[in-house]
C-alpha cells in the first residue's frame, strides 16, 4: 500500500490501530481520498459490502445521493458510516460505468492486539500465518463473528506469516442477519431501470426493455412498508399503485428489481 498516499484504514468500517476497540456502523470497505470520492482499497468479506457488486479498484463518488467530490477522508467517514441496520446508497464506478448499490450498515468492532498479547498466546514465536492470527482473533472477540484479520490495514489471509505487531480483529454483529439481504446491482450505466417518483398512490418509474418489475418501499429504519409487482411492465414510463394514505409522512428508500438488475433512490413522501 502506497504509504504518500492519505489512507484511512478501514475508513468506512474500520480505523487505524491507534484506536483499538472501536465500535460503529460501517459497510465493510478499506478506503483512501481522491478528488472526486474516494477509491475502494479492499472489500471485507463478511460484511455488507462483501454482498454486493463493490470491488476493490472502484471509486465511491457519492452517499445517498449526496456528492463526495472535494471533502476530506474524515467528511467521507462521516458519510459512509451511520445508523445500524439503516440503509445507504452508494454511487460508484466501475470500469467506466456508474453503478448504485444499496446496503445496510451492521455494527463493525475493530480491536488491536499487540505483539505481546499474541506472543503470549503462542509462546516465544516472532512470525505468525493467518490460521494463528486468526485462532487469536477468535478467542479475544467474545461472542462477536470475526470476518477478518488486518496487518496495517490490509488482509492477512492464506499461508502469509507476519509479525504481531499492529494486527487488527475485524468483527461484526449478525453478519448473516442483513433483512432484507444487500443486493447486488448488475446495472449497467444507464441502468435498466430509474425511480421517477412517489405519491401516495402511485409509483412512478422509467423502464430500458420489457419484464417484470418488483418495487419495494422501506423507511428509513430499513423496514419495508410494501412490495409492489408489476408482472408485465413495459420500455419507457410505468406507474404501479399502492395506498399510503397512512404511511407517516419522511424519507423513504425505494428499490426497483428487474430483469436481474436492482436500482435504488431515497425520497420524500409528502
Keep these: 500500500m502506497n504509504r504518500l498516499l ?5 475508513a468506512a468500517t474500520l480505523v487505524a490501530s491507534s484506536m483499538a476497540d472501536e465500535q460503529f456502523g460501517g459497510v465493510g470497505i478499506t478506503i483512501y481520498q481522491i478528488p472526486q470520492g474516494v477509491h475502494v482499497v479492499q472489500v471485507i468479506p463478511g460484511t455488507p459490502a462483501a454482498e454486493t457488486n463493490l470491488q476493490a479498484g472502484d471509486n465511491i463518488i457519492a452517499v445517498d445521493g449526496v456528492s463526495l467530490k472535494g471533502l476530506d477522508i474524515e467528511e467521507s467517514k462521516d458519510m459512509l ?3 445500524v441496520n ?13 453503478l448504485k448499490t444499496t446496503l445496510r450498515r451492521t455494527q463493525i468492532t475493530v480491536k488491536d492486539f499487540e505483539s505481546k498479547q499474541v506472543e503470549s498466546w503462542y509462546g516465544d514465536k516472532k512470525e505468525f500465518d493467518a490460521q494463528e492470527l486468526e485462532t487469536f482473533a477468535s478467542a479475544n472477540g467474545g461472542n462477536k463473528q470475526l470476518v477478518a484479520v488486518l496487518k496495517h490495514g490490509s488482509l492477512v489471509e492464506g499461508d502469509v506469516s507476519v509479525s504481531a505487531a499492529d494486527v487488527n480483529g475485524i468483527y461484526v454483529d449478525k453478519v448473516d442477519e442483513f433483512a432484507p439481504k444487500a443486493k447486488k446491482n448488475s446495472a449497467n450505466k444507464s441502468g435498466s431501470a430509474k425511480f421517477k417518483g412517489l405519491s401516495r398512490n402511485a409509483i412512478a418509474f422509467t423502464l430500458t426493455s420489457a419484464g417484470k418489475a418488483s418495487v419495494t418501499i422501506m423507511d428509513a ?13 413495459q420500455p419507457g414510463f410505468n406507474s404501479v399503485p399502492w395506498n399510503g394514505d397512512k404511511v407517516p409522512s419522511g424519507r423513504y428508500t425505494v428499490s426497483i428489481e428487474h430483469n436481474g438488475t436492482v436500482s435504488g433512490a431515497n425520497t420524500v413522501l409528502k
Design 6 to 10: 492519505k489512507i484511512s484504514l478501514m
Design 86 to 98: 439503516k440503509p445507504v446508497e452508494i454511487t460508484f464506478v466501475n470500469s467506466g460505468d456508474t
Design 221 to 233: 429504519d430499513g423496514a419495508v412498508l410494501t412490495t409492489v409487482v408489476a408482472e408485465s411492465a
Design 81 to 83: 458510516r451511520g445508523q
